[in-house]
């Protein structure tokens, strides 16, 4: 089975790199979308919109912007990894999770046992919960069998 999976969250860890290549090695079938993860483009989307002289409305224009691709590839999607890291809040990671569960999209969480409590209603929603990229490999291994 061919799978169109979304990886959201997190962008300071190469855990993209991860699955992308442990899944190529498996042979699996699985096309792979993201955000824009460098982290000066993504700010700078709405640029192209007109200069600002308040970084609240650059800020604002841009992830307008960021969005049209972050919803349009969830709704394409087959199903969604979404990791959390510990070193920085990743709002964008639960906003993520929740359009997922809203769409009725399924999703796999990743992120360490340290972030239980604070993602108990995320993790709660999710189809499954991993801590490593080698488990979300193994899962989508099985799934795309």
């Known amino acids: 089975m061919k799978y169109v999976v979304y990886l959201s969250g997190e962008i300071h ?8 290549q442990g899944c190529a090695r498996k042979g699996l079938d699985i096309q792979f979308t993201s955000a824009i993860t460098d982290h000066e483009s993504s700010d700078a989307a709405g640029d192209g919109l007109g200069a ?10 841009s992830a307008k912007v960021n ?4 919803q349009t590839a969830i ?5 969604a990894v979404i990791r959390f890291g510990a070193k920085y809040k990743q ?5 993520d999770a929740g359009y997922c569960a809203a769409l009725g999209k399924p999703y ?9 409590h604070a ?4 993790d709660g929603a999710a189809q499954s919960w991993a801590t490593t990229p080698d488990q979300v490999i193994e899962l989508l291994a099985y799934l795309a069998a």
């Open 91 to 95: 709002w964008n990671a639960a906003f």
């Open 52 to 61: 600002e002289t308040s970084s609240f409305w650059r800020d604002h224009k």
């Open 13 to 20: 860890s190469d855990w993209r790199e991860q699955i992308i």
């Open 67 to 70: 969005a049209i691709r972050t």
């Open 75 to 79: 709704k394409n999607c087959d199903l």
């Open 119 to 122: 993602l108990k209603e995320v």
């Open 108 to 116: 796999i969480t990743l992120h360490d046992e340290d972030l239980i």
